[in-house]
Every structure is written in C-alpha cells, then in structure tokens.
C-alpha cells in the first residue's frame, strides 16, 4: 500500500510560512493529526497540554515546543491560552537550489528527533532570545514591509541555530519514537483507514491483515505514536462523529449509533458517558 500524502495546511506554495495567534484550541487540533509543515509554537498565557509521539507535555506561559513534520500530535487547552503558532514548510529554509548549509538548521529536528527537544522550557535562561525572535518574526509576518520574506527565512535560521547551540540534549524534553521509518508511515496509514471508516467493523486481526503488521507490533507500535490503543482510537472517532450528529441532525439516538458504528445501544450510551461525561440525549439538550 502507497503512503498516504500528508495534509497540507499552508496554500500558499510562493511563500510557504504562516504566523498566527490562536486564542484557545480548535476541536480538529484536539484530535491526533500531522502535516507536512514544521511548527513552533510560543505560550503567550495559559496551560495545557500536548501529546507528540505518545508523549504528554503539560505546558505553561513561556514554554515553547518544535513539532516536526512528522510528529503525530494533539494539543488541549486548559483556560485562557494564547499561543503563537509559526508554521513553515522544510523547503522554505532549505530549498532545492538553496545553500545546503541550510539544512544543517532542520536536520538535527528531521532527522534525529528523539535527540532534540520538543519542549522547550519557559523557565530557560536562553528562552529570551528565542521569544525575542519569535516577537521580530511576527512583526515583520504582519507589517510583510519589503523583503519581509528573507527577514523571516533568515530569522528562523537564526531561531533553529540558537537551539541546536543553547539546549543540550541534558536540558531538553525527549520523545521515545519508533527508529523504523516504515512501520512509523504504516501507523499514519492506519489512522488515516480509520478515520474514513470508523463507521465499519474494525478489528486488531483485521489491522494486521490489512496492513500486514503483527498484532502485538500493532499495538505497541501504535500507542508509542499515538499514546492508545487501535481500538480506542476507533472508538473516539465514533463518539466524535456521534457528537457532531448529535448536534447537527435531528436523527434518533438509535440511529447515529448505528451508524458511527456501534452494534448495540448499550454499548453506545456506556461509552459515550465515559467519555464525554454525560449521555448522548443530555449532550444533545446542551
């Protein structure tokens, strides 16, 4: 089976770079999700937490966090955050006829990524040069006055090469990831299979045959990526799903379990409760 494309965030292929403020977290970055852009991201205020590779981050105002392209990852928000959210393709800083010095900046975050940090804590004494930066490159994103393109492309070199300089491996927050590419590519596929058929009967041994993976590899390979189990990740894609028919259509409770993908009612209303709190006919009401 050919790998999946990565979604794409970024239209603009000219200049591939956005900066934006995001006050609180979208429903579609609390689940688990990856692209093909970099991203950085600054804690103006508030807590919260991350989950990258399996890992979780708990975070706070200051803390700053490098997302590789190929990190699986979700953030929730506590209350009142504010975060500043870069986000840039590879090729931006190290383009094909670009100066191969270039990609010296992104290697060490592409290539060895359980050697460098996601998390970069707030409380550093080198965590003032990089806000300081991130400010500048916000300001030259929003005022974009002539040549802000190359100000930006030379500001996030200066930002990578900072990191590589001031955080040692002892000071940085590490990830354990799985070492074989492959079978990494292979879990994104699976995620991908169950989110466009979450609807279906979804087993471990119909996974494994699918995908052609071991079940125990299966499992232990998915839930260093993703933090769960295969089958809890088909479940909360059907409560998801449920909660938006719950909201969205007028159709009975039977019915959307139904079709989410639940063979019995019971079932439904169990986990539904137990994971969102209350039962679909009260979250319906709310």
Same mark, same amino acid.
Do not use: G, Q, V
């Given at each position: 089976?050919?790998? #999946?494309?990565?979604? @794409? #965030? %970024? /239209? /603009?292929? &000219?200049f591939p770079f956005e900066c934006s403020d995001s006050y609180g977290v979208e429903d579609d970055y609390r689940t #688990?999700?990856?692209h093909r852009e970099m991203e950085i991201c600054y804690i103006k205020q508030g807590t919260g937490k991350y989950l990258i590779n399996g890992t979780d981050y708990s975070f706070e105002k200051g803390d700053m966090f490098i997302i590789n392209n $190929? $990190? %699986?990852?979700? @953030?929730h928000d506590d209350k009142n955050l504010i975060m500043q959210v870069i986000m840039f393709e590879p090729s931006f800083i190290c383009g094909g006829a670009g100066n191969p010095l270039d990609y010296e900046y992104l290697r060490p975050f592409m /290539?060895?990524?359980?050697? &460098?940090?996601?998390?970069l804590d707030g409380k550093s004494? &080198?965590?003032l040069k990089l806000i300081k930066i991130l400010a500048e490159i916000e300001q030259e994103y929003s005022s974009m006055n002539k040549g802000y393109e190359l100000i930006i492309k030379s500001l996030l070199l200066k930002f990578m090469s900072l990191i590589i300089r001031y955080f040692s491996v002892e000071e940085c927050s590490y990830v354990k990831e799985i070492s074989s590419v492959p079978v990494s590519d292979k879990i994104r596929n699976i995620l991908i299979y169950i989110e466009n058929n979450y609807q279906n009967e979804i087993t471990l041994k119909f996974l494994s045959e699918k995908f052609n993976i071991s079940i125990p590899y299966l499992c232990s390979s998915f839930k260093c990526l993703t933090g769960i189990s295969p089958i809890d990740f088909v479940i909360r894609n059907r409560i998801a799903q449920a909660k938006y028919e719950l909201t969205s259509t007028k159709k009975d409770i039977l019915t959307i379990s139904q079709e989410c993908g639940f063979r019995s009612l019971s079932n439904f209303n169990h986990l539904f409760k137990t994971l969102v709190g209350c039962c679909p006919s009260a &979250?319906?009401?709310t």
């Open positions: 089976m050919k790998n #999946l494309p990565k979604p @794409c #965030l %970024i /239209e /603009e292929r &000219y #688990l999700h990856w $190929d $990190d %699986i990852h979700l @953030c /290539e060895s990524p359980a050697n &460098y940090c996601k998390k004494p &080198y965590s &979250y319906r009401k």
